[in-house]
């Protein structure tokens, strides 16, 4: 079956530490996405890449990085320059055109200090 | 600055009753209007809306957009403890080339057995 696979499902950060959350999507959807999720808020955005080898920032991209070099992947990292990395963070996949399409989620990854 | 806000933040209801979700917002360049339920991961895609005045309806769900206003609601009759979820409303517009979705804080619905 066709879906979005984020890994790891919990992951822990110690101070000064980079973490790397993974995102493997096999819809063959050009578009991929990832927002943060904070107890009641709504999804923000942080990256978004609608070609390989190329993304763009989105409203949150302060303390995170993206790579695009696969279609099929688009891994977050959480830099130790994000200083409240504590979140639910979604992966999203989706057509780019026609626009107007929908967005496929990942299951999440929920990130916590140590 | 574009955004969406929907309300209420959250509703406790009984099994059989009947809700309406609000969303309204302001984006540039709409193109879409998307609802979600979101249990405990990952949203589900529920309605995709871009035409005023058209009726989506699924089972006991369905949602109407008014582009004049602007607003959607998302009506649930007949509620059942299985429609307990956070229901998420986004927006998508075009702007500088791009398009991307606003997404607005949710409503956390509770249905009592």
Known sequence: DGGITQSPKYLFRKEGQNVTLSCE???NHDAMYWYRQDPGQGLRLIYYSQIVNDFQKGDIAEGY???????ESFPLTVTSAQKNPTAFYLCASSIVQPFNQPQHFGDGTRLSIL | EDKVVQS?????VHEGDTVTLNCSYEVTNFRSLLWYKQEKKAPTFLFMLTSSGIEKKSGRLSSILDKKEPFSILNIT??????????????????????KYIFGT???LKVLA
């Open chain 1, 65 to 71: 990085s993206v790579s695009r070099e696969k279609k």
């Open chain 1, 25 to 27: 999507q096999n819809l």
């Open chain 2, 106 to 108: 949710g409503t956390r």
């Open chain 2, 78 to 99: 007949a509620t059942q403890t299985g429609d307990s979820a956070v229901y998420l409303c986004a927006v998508g517009g075009y702007g500088s080339g791009t398009y």
């Open chain 2, 8 to 12: 209420p933040l959250s509703l406790v």
